[in-house]
């Protein structure tokens, strides 16, 4: 079984590469019970992909698959549709995305979906996301992945951890689409766009 990591990199340099690598390897611990040293610098970039941001995907089990860089550009996602799946599992990063495939055809018209797992707010079909009030930025205590810009923004006091409900949306102004590449702000929807 495939696993996959995205990591951003910004004129030549990988951002926040440690947490990545230490994904990566508690992953691997995880599902094939071997302990995993990835190694990748700043040199592994090739020279083509060294200004502006780049998205490297990584492609790995017990050893690195395969690794692509591309430009990066975010998409469009003015809408989405609260869909639920109380069954789903992806507490780690498979690079098997079929259900999120599945959940996308549920959408109805919105440009991404947002997950409903038991009754509370989770994630995108590709990011994490962060509700502000204009004052505070505020992640779901429930996630699919615990992605590692999530983590970042509760280390460092820029998020704090809350329960979400959909009925809890109305109560924020705005809605961030965050993940390895995307900073809040980047992509932003108010909360009237956020459709059950």
Not at 3 to 22: C, P, R, S, W, Y
Request: with cysteine.
């Amino acid at each position: 079984m495939n696993l996959l990591e995205t990591i951003k990199v910004t004129d030549g340099h990988f951002q926040n590469l440690e947490a990545h690598l230490e994904r990566m390897n508690k992953s691997c611990r995880e599902l094939f019970g071997l302990k995993s040293s990835f190694i990748l610098n700043d040199m592994n970039i090739p020279i083509s992909m060294r200004k502006g941001v780049v998205k490297c995907r990584i492609v790995y089990n017990t050893s690195i698959a395969e690794i692509s860089y591309s430009a990066y550009h975010p998409k469009k996602v003015n809408s989405l549709r609260m869909v639920s799946c109380d069954d789903i599992d992806y507490h780690l990063k498979y690079a098997d995305r079929s259900i999120f495939d599945r959940l996308l055809e549920l959408r109805d018209g919105c440009d991404d979906i947002l997950i409903v797992k038991n009754g509370f707010i989770t994630d995108t079909s590709y990011s994490n996301v962060a509700f502000s009030d204009g004052k505070s930025l505020y992640v779901p205590r429930t996630f699919l992945l615990n992605g590692c810009k999530r983590r970042w923004l509760i280390e460092t006091g820029l998020a704090r951890e809350v329960s979400i409900t959909p009925a809890d949306i109305c109560s924020f102004e705005k809605v961030h689409l965050i993940n390895a590449m995307l900073e809040p702000g980047e992509i932003t929807l108010y909360s009237d766009k956020v459709f059950f």
